[in-house]
Antibody, heavy 118, light 107 residues
Framework: QVLLQESGPGLVKPSGTLSLTCAVSGASTSNRNWWIWVRQFPGKGLEWIGEIYYSARSNYNPSLKSRATISLDKSNNQFSLKLTSVTAADTAVYYC???????????WGQGLLVTVSS | DIQMTQSPSSLSASIGDRVTIACRASQGVRNFLAWFQQKPGKAPKSLIYAATSLQDGVPSRFAGSGSGTDFTLTISSLQPEDFATYYCQQYDNYPHTFGQGTRLEIK
């Protein structure tokens, strides 16, 4: 069973950097999977943030205007998200997820609410 | 970006009913379409990938169909645990995009 668990601060100040980590168990980040970040806004809409492959190749949503960076830490079997210059509009539940080796979605983390407020 | 439009936005049904949720893409996404179920306060749960393939452990009363721009999720006989919100997602083009959700409620 693959488990994903998000961690990080639940409150970030405006103009600061949001930093989250997704710990993976039951699978290896060194295997041929894609690791994803998605967020869900308070009104329930879902937004794909980006993804990283085991080779460290990554893709991002252009709507984030280069504010997002996803990195892979194979030694600790986890991956991370950094989102810079945050505003209240970045307040959301952040989910990490996995796409399988044949590029289909399968597992999701439980989600972490991040609020941007002073 | 590809726009994903689900219909209806909400639906009331009874235990044992057959229900169908539609998802339309603003341009073709081949069969790179997934369906998720989400219950209040919980993470999305993957139900179907590649438009028609059932995730391991998902009951066979769930079925997906379609290709290109028009897709459907059918639940053949509603069970109490099926009342939730359902989302579609296309992952053929970047950025991946989601439908707005269909809330399935008990009648």
């Amino acid at each position: 069973q693959v488990l994903l668990q998000e961690s990080g601060p639940g409150l970030v100040k405006p103009s600061g950097t949001l930093s989250l980590t997704c710990a993976v168990s039951g699978a290896s980040t060194s295997n041929r999977n894609w690791w994803i970040w998605v967020r869900q806004f308070p009104g329930k809409g879902l937004e794909w943030i980006g993804e990283i492959y085991y080779s460290a190749r990554s893709n991002y949503n252009p709507s984030l205007k280069s504010r997002a960076t996803i990195s892979l830490d194979k030694s600790n079997n986890q991956f991370s998200l950094k989102l810079t210059s945050v505003t209240a509009a970045d307040t959301a539940v952040y989910y990490c997820a996995r796409f399988s080796a044949n590029y289909h979605p399968d597992y999701w983390g439980q989600g972490l609410l991040v609020t941007v407020s002073s | 970006d590809i726009q994903m439009t689900q219909s209806p936005s909400s639906l009331s049904a009874s235990i044992g009913d057959r229900v169908t949720i539609a998802c339309r893409a603003s341009q073709g996404v081949r069969n790179f379409l997934a369906w998720f179920q989400q219950k209040p306060g919980k993470a999305p749960k993957s139900l179907i990938y590649a438009a028609t393939s059932l995730q391991d452990g998902v009951p066979s009363r769930f079925a997906g169909s379609g290709s290109g721009t028009d897709f459907t999720l059918t639940i053949s006989s509603l069970q109490p645990e099926d009342f939730a919100t359902y989302y579609c997602q296309q992952y053929d083009n970047y950025p991946h995009t989601f439908g707005q959700g269909t809330r399935l409620e008990i009648k």
